[in-house]
């Protein structure tokens, strides 16, 4: 099937404060890190049609630089957009996770933007594979293994759904010297998604694509003209990701 990006207009995300939650619930858990030592939350989403008695494939949606466990979810319309999707049949039937993607042994939330900060987010990924996605895999009925999970992230999120991706430490960016496919694990989708106007991570996004060109990574890219850093971007990335991730294979 050739792609075709879709880009959505404001009733495919909610017209309501904060996009309330619809075509499913959306709800607050806790769970223990072994990685930061303590509890934490994250937003699990479950669709309508959930069912105990089937399974299901896992999204984790990773969010941002200053954000949140709901960043995504309800003030990014993710789970909204999804769940309408669910119910259109224009994509799998999936549980979607919004981690708290900030992991650190020694505080609660991001003080400042620098490296003390940036490791924490890092940090996420021992704390996304070793302990979040083992808890909802024990306490869901879901499909687990490569072909059943899928992640993307935004901004900063971005960053680190590439390195869980390639299973590497990051630092500012995923290093070009690491960025390939790792011979029988190689994902069987990858988009980059860009917003035309974004004024807060520039040409980061083109950075990587550029890598991939260069390497020769299979990869989905394409820029979402009118947008900002955010908004119709992380939407279009939602829609897109979410019709293909589960069906690529």
């Known amino acids: ?20 939650t619809t075509n499913g619930t959306l709800t ?4 223990h890190s072994s990685t930061c030592k303590k509890d934490r939350t994250a937003r699990v989403y479950l669709p309508d ?26 003030d990014e319309g993710c789970q909204n957009i999804i769940g309408k999707m669910i119910k259109a049949g224009e994509c799998e039937e999936m549980i979607v996770v919004f981690p708290d ?19 924490a987010y890092d940090n996420c990924l021992n704390d996304i594979t070793k302990d979040l996605m083992p808890y909802i895999e024990e306490n869901y009925s879901c499909k687990t293994g490569r072909d059943n999970t899928a992640l993307f992230g935004f901004s900063m999120g971005g ?4 390195a869980i991706g390639f299973k590497y430490p990051v630092q500012d960016v995923v290093p070009e010297e690491e960025m390939y496919y790792k011979e ?14 974004d004024q807060v991570v520039w040409s980061t996004p ?24 955010g908004g119709p971007a992380n939407h279009s990335m939602a829609y ?4 293909y991730a589960f069906k690529a294979k």
Request: glycine content about 6%.
């Open 1 to 20: 099937e050739m792609f075709c990006p879709a880009e959505l207009d404001s009733d495919w995300v909610s017209a309501e404060p904060h996009h309330p």
């Open 28 to 31: 607050r858990i806790t769970y």
């Open 49 to 74: 049609c959930y069912d105990e008695s089937k399974e299901y494939p896992v999204m984790y949606i990773l969010h941002g630089y200053w954000g949140h466990d709901n960043s995504m979810a309800e």
């Open 101 to 119: 993607i900030f992991a650190s042994e020694t505080k609660d939330s991001c003080d400042g933007m620098n490296d003390e900060n940036n490791k």
């Open 159 to 162: 960053r680190e759904a590439l």
């Open 184 to 197: 029988g694990f190689e994902p069987y989708l990858v988009m980059i998604c860009a917003a035309g106007d």
């Open 206 to 229: 083109q950075g990587y694509h550029d890598i991939f060109n260069k390497h020769e990574l299979t990869h989905i890219w394409w820029t979402v003209d009118k947008s900002w850093h």
């Open 240 to 243: 897109n990701f979410a019709k």
